[in-house]
């Protein structure tokens, strides 16, 4: 039973950490746009965490300078399971308008399982607020595998 | 064999009510108001009220990962210890003019068990090993200072306003001199040292303005930084029993004896179940009101202060109003 | 079995044992620690021994060197006498002396001389056995005299380095200043009452106060206050703490400056039987209000160890000296149960410092760090005596200073004076500041990062670990189980203090006091009904079940606890978290702790900085003038 309420307890209560690796900060406004009044993202449970170890949801933007990629690696690894990767933007997914620069070492994927990818340049708080709630279904899944 | 009911009380009474069980869902639920009416002021829809409680089963489900430079042992039993001493201090404090264990803690007991989770949370911190909770562990202390002499002020005017010429720290004389001169709060001269204990709650329990020690934006939430999963979840749970114990302190205080006229009169296994139910129903609910008053609207209209002038904050006006209590009740008020 | 002469025997065995030290010690550690472990050893089973008749019988020994009684009810001959009080203080000393002693076996084996240091150390437990088992002021004076110039000569034992030589000479002169006031006082009542015998003095100072006699009041006030370190005599303590060998700093917070306390007691409850009198009362709970707050904020600014711990040791006296002021039966009780207290907490952690420093090598807060996982029984003794000190529940600390605040505000509401509401809030506040000092110790030494140079840092021995283990353990049973200790020890101990008649008439011969005009005081019994740590502790023990059960059987359920195995694995998961950057050594030191506090106070600290200007002058200075004020306050309201 315990299990259970867990689980459903992990889809409700998805704890965000922001990574940010040479973003613009275009995609960073739009993540905190995310829980503002307006769109209220806390309805979901969804709140922004201060230490990767609190973590559920990391997300990622930017595209992966070569001084960040270490940093972002090593927080990464210090969040516990399960956990859920989301890259936000163009830029981790690709590279972005910057890719083939010698200091960009996108994709995000080369260097972790990324659940969850919200493309756009920059993607609306809608998109932002859809792919969440995605990986927060992902955490739940990840979660009940645990169980197993 | 009278023995043994008297033991199974005793567990009952522990461990669900007022006990552990019972100061864990209610604590969680003002947590969850809490969150709810704050995110109505600031004309959001705001997370269910039962997101604490989401927010702590989550917490359990996950990974709890023991840091390279922390000592495991200490590190693991600090959340374990203050729970449970949380939970043994609603043990002591009156619901509803019904206290589980009379006679095992005064007011300075309860000052000094209301330490013990604060204490608790330094230590856990100090022993995760990051300089960051070094940091919030310092500002935890502070706070701790900060808010410590309004309240034994508060704690003395009310023994005063209570003992007259004579020695009472006792609950049980606080709450009977309630029921028969009407609550504490009516007083003309008590009504400062509750504006006064109405301030000290929110930092007692850590909310905005006075979660610098926590300061996600700044400290990486201070002593938490290392925490994950269980402990974590522990740590979380506290902050909301917390204000569970805090606004039951007040109610104990200043509100004491408002639900004492509740006699239904049914019974079962000689226990008047009915009345217990109904006084825990109408003290959570003045708990509610209280946490909004003193947490929340406080939260929705400010940001959070630098630690020196917190200190400064609690030592100058929040101490003078208690003052002003404290001399009004001496000279015969 | 008469044991009557125990106590004599006691006090001349340490002596004796000095002396032996000193001629077959010098050269061989065996014969050395056998004849120090048996002299300590023999005191403390003989004064334990009498517990029996004086605490719990009630008997009153009275014993005259050499059969010198007295003629024709006056006494020539110096006698011992042994009423509850000097039992209870006798407990204490020789608790220390033991265990001090077995921890300088090891502590102390990277030193030289050890003869000379085993000689002064064993004067020093003679001269504070004496103290509190004599009962005639001038050989009173004598006990002073051994024991302060034994500590002087043991806080420069260390004497390679110049700052301890500079320790001991300011303890030299502000001590001198003191036993000079002593001395004085003492030859003023010999030409007042011509005799020596406390309990003549008292019998017949009562109600009998003359210019003279007060001038002798305020003298010996000035010289017990001296001894004990009350601020503003304060000051000499802090560095002598600190340069002592740690072994000795623990003696010194354990019974020298209670050896001042027993003094000040002795003066105004029994000899002159002062505190009637409301204006003393006030004296005595303003000296410890002051004392207790200024020990307490300078301890907040120290950064060494040792330092620290020293005004504390200065804060806490400040307790036991507000409740013995409060002349109230709750009072006078929670005054020496704080005193017991003090001697055990503060001897512990005195005993952990000394762990610290013999394993560390150094006591600065700012260059150690991490200490948890390499002396992981040192900082789990050390935590017990940090939350005893700071008074959390159950732990003794909290019983005694509950009493105080008891008996702090239940005078202020008795007496209707708004004075000592105050002395209970400070109290409360201070207890607070104490524990914020020994937050900032656990977290500098014990938690945090390690420093390089401290990775091959090891537990200290056995035989260093178990006078911490037995204090730690007292440190707990006291807090838990004070109901029985106030029924065995502190009622008797405080009726003592509070009730002349029973000492005076055991040196005298019954009828005495009454003849004397002295009357019984019935004394009330002191109820606590509020606090009950064995119920609080099975409530939490009860609780504390469930919550690990729960626990344990979620393991499957829970997520999993994950901990580095290998000491290599500093990078990645198990890493600290500094914001994404590869963790390095940044540690939060002692002095950089509590910004917020320290800011606001900034003024106050630099005012006290000024008046701890480390200039023996100034400190002789303060002594002097403190003297010049109690004269004139007590010739202004005694007579």
Redesign the interface.
Known sequence: M??K??????A??P?IYH?NTGSCNGCDIELVAVLT?RY?A????FK???????A?IVVVSGPITSQ?K???I??L??V???KVVVSIGSCPKSGNVFKGSYSVEAPLDKYCKVDVSIAGCTPKPEAIIEGLYKAAQILKEK?EA??K | MINVLATIKIIVKTLIFPGAFFAMAAGLLLAGIDRKVLARMQKRIGPPVMQPTYDFFKLMGKETIVPHAANRRVYMAAPVVGFVSLAVMMLFIPIGGWCAFTGDADLIVILYLLTIPAVALIVGGSASGSPFAGIGISREMVTMMSYELPLIIVFLAVAKKVGGDQLFFGFRAITNWQIANGPMIAQLAMIPAALAMLLIIPAEVGTQPFDVAEAETEICEGPLIEYSGAPLGLFKLNTAVKMLVMTSLFTALFLGGITSGIHTGITLWGIAIVDHILRALIHVAISAVITVVSMTTIHAATARLKIEHLFKFYWTAVTGLALISLILVWIGF | MNYSHFPAIAVMGLFLGAFLVEIFGSKSKIVRNIIVFVFTTCAAALMLYLVKPVMLDGEIISYWMGNWEPVDGYAIGIGYEIDQLSMFFAILVVLTIWLSAVYSFRYMERDRHLGHYYTLFLMLSGAVLGLVCTGDVFNLFVMVEIMTFAAVALTAFRNKKGSNLEAAFKYLIVGSVGSGFTLTGITLLYMQCHTLNMAQLSSMLSGNLTPVTVLALALMFTGFGVKSFIVPFHAPAADAYMSAPTSVSMVFSGMVNKAGVYGMIRLVYIIFRAMDIEAIQILLVLLGVITMFIGVTMALAQHDLKRLLAFHSISQIGYVITAIGLCTALGVTGGLFHALNHTLFKGLLFLCAGAVLYAAGTTDLDRLGGLSKKMPKTCICFLIGAFSISGLPPFNGFASKWMIYQATYEKAVTTGNLFYAFATVTAVVVSVMTLASFIKVTQAVFFGQCPAQLQQTREVPFSMRLPMWIMALLCVASGVLYGDLYRFILAPASNAALNVTGYIDAMLGSGTAASAGIADIEVAKVSFSYWNPTAWLILFAIILIAVCWVVVFGEKTRGAVLQSESSQDVDGKYATFFSGEKSMHSHVGGSDLFWGFKKNFSGYFRVMQGIHSGNVNDYALMAVAAAAIFIVFMFVVLL
């Open positions: 315990f299990k309420i867990i689980a459903a307890s992990t409700k209560s704890w990574i009044p209220d806390e309805r979901f449970g922004l965490a201060g230490t990767p170890r609190h559920d960040s270490d940093r972002l090593r927080t690894e210090q516990p399971e399960p979660r645990m169980n």
